[in-house]
């Protein structure tokens, strides 16, 4: 049975970082790109962010270029999404999801989220 879990969210200030992580079994990690979603309060759900199989690619939404870095470790079945300087539009809840047709196209596992709130 296939499980992701993330860990990591909560309440941070403006300016400030959270670190998630998304562990996963059940699955060979590397055989998968993995993506991190956002779904705002009343907004529909976006990719954040995504990752290669073995890392070489990566693709970022633009609002959070030069602040999110995403990165993998297959060894350890995890996937980690760094944040710097969060404003509080970055307030969701964020969600790890993999799949293996590409950064843009259909995930086929998810975990259940880990909410961010970032006050102003």
């Known amino acids: 049975q296939v499980q992701l879990v993330e860990s990591g969210g909560g309440l941070v200030q403006a300016g400030g970082s959270l670190r998630l992580s998304c562990a996963a079994s059940g699955l060979t990690l590397n055989r998968y790109y993995m993506g991190w979603f956002r779904q705002a309060p009343g907004k529909e759900r976006e990719l954040g962010a995504a990752?290669?199989?073995?890392?070489?690619?990566?693709y970022y939404v633009d609002s959070v270029k030069g602040r999110f870095t995403i990165s993998r470790d297959n060894a350890k079945n995890t996937v980690y999404l760094e944040m710097n300087s969060l404003k509080p539009e970055d307030t969701a809840v964020y969600y790890c999801?993999?799949?293996?047709?590409?950064?843009?196209?259909?995930?086929?596992?998810w975990g259940q989220g880990t909410k961010v709130t970032v006050s102003s």
């Open positions: 999801a993999a799949g293996n047709k590409g950064f843009l196209a259909q995930y086929d596992y």
């Open positions: 990752i290669s199989w073995f890392g070489g690619g990566k």
